[in-house]
């Protein structure tokens, strides 16, 4: 960096900044006399990490990036060109720099020291109010950026957490589909064997009989290892007995819904021995096809289930006025979006929800925020096999939901500042510092209180929100 005599030059690049369009040349003029113009050549830092802010500084040629890092990452937060104002401002609490701002090319900047600023204000009063106006424009953007990265990671992991939620019944549809049209699809010996069968309507509906109540009872059917071959090894010797071939395909399915060797000897002794192989594969036919259907029927199910959590979490189609919320309806369809988050931990959830709990008056959405934000702080929080605790209660005339995991606990040191904007322990990319910051904005606008006790092994978000009337 190196110091440069100001040129005439200067009163007309600043008169050209939209800032300073509406400002006397006069002022303009001062602010050119009281600072120093400074060179900072490519890879030169205006500032770092640390330093103290004690200027307001004015691009006036070139380009410099701001740099932040935490927990040994960085993230870059833009670019900014000349006309920008950076730095310290009037009225402004800013102490030292947070970021690294770095000369992307040779950058040229008009460098004035804060304790001019009580001066500025009797110089102009325009020149002052349109500072402060950059700093309020300032503070708004970054905080807009930071609640859209807040989003954006929210809504990654819940992307994240959906995608591998739907994709174990996608791929069991795709599966049982393609595994159904192999058995519709049979071979033609096997077809010809069945409608060839020689067997009265009689005898057909004491097998159907049978086989009806085995579907019927497979849903209780629970097997241990132990059983289930024990049961395997006496349906194959019976298949083996009596002459029918591939028995091992056969039977697998047999066990799968309960059908014993007595059953088979009833099956025998209703169809005699002519049609008993052709009866065998028709029933593992007809049980194989069951048990498909059924398994694309449940992955179906799921899939609408959570279509159905997804509309409910976002709640798409409510108004924009607050309603009664039902606080256990939020937090169900949020432990659902978040089922992934808690098997890849391998979480244990535990539920102590008080019956017909008292609805609130609020937007269902926001709620759903609160929740995600205190459960996925509280699961980052815990390792493996931890466990999460949410208790629901009324309190006089309040509804309360406590939210405690097992986890390391918060430090004694920072429990004050958890709910500031930007604060976060978490490395980079992980989180922005603004989920409790959005969950305490939400609060407040719910009129809802917020107690955080916190040790080793024990950290509680007590939440008390006004009941509906």
């Known amino acids: ?46 500032f770092q990490p640390g330093q103290a802010v004690n200027h307001m500084q004015v691009i006036m040629k070139g380009r410099y990036v701001v740099r932040l890092e935490q927990n040994g990452q960085t993230r870059e937060l833009g670019v900014w060109e000349a006309g920008y104002i950076t730095g310290v401002l009037p009225f402004s609490r800013m102490k030292e720099a947070r970021a690294y701002g770095q000369a992307l090319e040779p950058t040229y900047i008009l460098e004035l020291h804060k304790q001019y600023f009580t001066e500025m204000v009797n110089v102009s009063y325009e020149l002052t109010q349109a500072l402060v106006a950059v700093m309020s424009d300032r503070v708004r953007d970054f905080t807009t950026m930071q609640f859209q990265n807040e989003k954006l990671m929210a809504l990654g992991k819940l992307s994240a957490g959906l995608a591998h939620e739907l994709n174990n019944p996608a791929s069991a549809m795709v599966r049982n589909a393609e595994e159904l049209y192999r058995k519709v699809h049979s071979t033609p010996e096997k077809f010809k064997s069945i409608i060839t069968m020689r067997i009265t309507p009689e005898q057909t509906d004491e097998v159907n009989a049978i086989l009806f109540s085995r579907i019927e009872q497979a849903q209780n059917l629970d097997l241990s290892l132990m059983e289930r071959e024990e049961r395997m090894d ?222 080793p092994g024990k950290t509680t978000f007590s939440l008390c929100f006004p009941a509906f009337k």
């Open 1 to 46: 960096m190196k110091v440069l005599p100001k040129t005439p030059a200067l009163l007309s690049a600043l008169q050209s900044f939209e800032t300073f369009d509406e400002i006397a040349p006069e002022a303009l003029q001062w602010i050119i006399d009281k600072s120093d113009y400074k060179l900072y050549e490519t890879g030169e830092n205006l």
């Open 234 to 455: 006496d349906v194959i010797d019976w298949l083996d007995d009596h002459g029918i071939g591939e028995g091992e395909d056969i039977a697998e399915t047999f066990v799968d819904f309960g059908v014993t060797v007595d059953d088979l000897d009833n099956i025998h002794n209703i169809v005699g021995d002519d049609p008993l192989s052709s009866i065998m594969w028709w029933l593992e036919s007809t049980l194989s096809l069951e048990n498909l259907v059924s398994e694309i029927q449940e992955a179906s199910g799921r899939i609408s289930k959570l279509v159905k959590s997804i509309k409910d979490y976002s709640h798409m189609d409510r108004g924009v006025v607050m309603e009664p919320v039902d606080i256990h309806e939020g937090l169900r369809s949020t432990m659902i979006m978040l089922k992934h988050k808690f098997k890849s931990k391998n979480i244990n959830l535990e539920k102590d929800l008080a019956p017909e709990l008292p609805k609130v008056s609020g937007f269902a959405g926001e709620l759903n925020q609160v929740w995600t934000n205190l459960v996925v702080n509280a699961i980052d929080a815990m390792g493996q096999g931890g466990t999460l605790t949410v208790h629901t209660y009324p309190d006089r005339e309040y509804v309360c939901v406590d939210i405690t995991d097992n986890g390391a606990g918060i430090p004694e040191d920072i429990q004050t500042r958890i709910f500031e904007p930007f604060f976060t322990t978490k490395p980079m990319g992980e989180g922005t510092g603004m989920g409790l910051d959005i969950v305490k904005k939400i609060l407040n606008r719910h009129k809802a209180q917020v107690d955080v006790e916190s040790r």
